[in-house]
């Protein structure tokens, strides 16, 4: 999986530079859900979450690039999973959102 990092702007919020890629290892999809919503024109509405390795470089704000080439945008704030009974972090979960289609 791919993880697509905005390039950072100026003042003006124009883009300085380009995006920058950086690829995360050992990665599991939910494939959450798809639906269909027929209010803004018809778009078609796909939630994803991710479980990534601790650690991982990752927050919101960055676009993210499946093995089927599809990109989601991250949509809030990536999470550490941490167990209330031994303060184990074991992963990091992480919503993601596509649409397609719309006015």
């Known amino acids: 999986m791919v993880v697509i990092r ?7 919020g124009d ?9 995360v290892e050992n990665v599991a999809i939910d494939w959450s ?4 919503n027929n209010g803004h024109g018809e778009q078609l509405v796909s939630d994803v979450v991710l479980y990534l390795p601790p650690g991982s470089d990752i927050r919101g704000g960055d676009r993210v690039r499946l093995p089927d080439g599809d990109k989601y945008a991250v949509h809030g704030k990536p999470g550490v999973w941490q167990s ?11 919503p993601l959102q596509m649409v397609k289609g719309g006015a």
């Open 15 to 23: 883009p300085v530079g380009t995006d920058s890629e950086h690829q």
């Open 84 to 94: 209330p009974f031994t303060g184990r972090r074991p992963g990091i979960s992480v």
């Open 33 to 36: 859900g798809t639906s269909l």
């Open 6 to 12: 905005p390039a950072p702007k100026d003042k003006f």
